[in-house]
Each structure stands twice: as structure tokens, then as C-alpha cells.
């Protein structure tokens, strides 16, 4: 499996910006996708953006469309989120993941950050 360090969370104001960072180890060649989910207090995890590894192909949940970004550097096997125009409801404990494929479950996660956003 891989091995995932996210990094970047903290707290902000609403309107504000963040950018997460996740850093890949070990076992990189067999990345086909990575992504960002998170989970606020209370509910399920959730997805937030996915990025194919190959071709940078990028999907996004609704919530956050037009307001993230997600990226990646091949080079550095890392995966960004950059975060604009954050809202309260942004609040919750960031995570990354990685799969072989866009056909396969997630199976590689970070230990997670907290991004907390005041209103």
C-alpha cells in the first residue's frame, strides 16, 4: 500500500483560502487515481475531488465546485486542494486517497487534517 501525509489544514475565516497538500510513498507506481474526502462532526465521509494520475483527468462534488482545485505533481507524487471562498460548512477533517484505478475502491488513506473555517 501506499503511504499518504497530508498537511496544509488549519483554521480560517470564511472567504478565506487553503491549499492541502499530500504527499505519496512507496508503492507510487500503482497510483491510477487519487482524491480528497472529508468528514465534519456528526456525518459520514464524504466526497470532495478526485484526479486521474495519468491523464489529470479532475471531478468534483458539487458542494465545492468552482471554488476547489485539485492538482497533482508526478514528480513529487503529490496531490494539492486548494481551497477558495471557504464556508463554514467547509469545516471538517481532510483526507487523501489513493487506488490502482478509477475501477477499484480506495484502499491507501492518510491519517488526515483539520480544516476549521469561522464564520
Known amino acids: 500500500q501506499v503511504q499518504l501525509v497530508e498537511s496544509g489544514g488549519g483554521l480560517v475565516q470564511a472567504g478565506g483560502s487553503l491549499r492541502l497538500s499530500c504527499a505519496a510513498a512507496?508503492?507510487?507506481?500503482?497510483?491510477?487515481?487519487m482524491g480528497w474526502f472529508r468528514q465534519a462532526p456528526g456525518k459520514e465521509r464524504e466526497f470532495v475531488a478526485a484526479?486521474?494520475?495519468?491523464?489529470?483527468?479532475?471531478t468534483y462534488a458539487d458542494p465545492v465546485k468552482g471554488r476547489f482545485t485539485i492538482s497533482r505533481d508526478n514528480a513529487k507524487n503529490t496531490v494539492y486542494l486548494q481551497m477558495n471562498s471557504l464556508k463554514p460548512e467547509d469545516t471538517a477533517v481532510y483526507y487523501c486517497?489513493?487506488?490502482?484505478?478509477?475501477?477499484?475502491?480506495?484502499?491507501?488513506w492518510g491519517q488526515g487534517t483539520q480544516v476549521t473555517v469561522s464564520s
Open positions: 486517497a489513493a487506488r490502482r484505478s478509477v475501477f477499484t475502491q480506495y484502499d491507501s
Open positions: 512507496g508503492g507510487t507506481f500503482s497510483i491510477g487515481g
Open positions: 484526479i486521474r494520475w495519468s491523464t489529470s483527468i479532475t
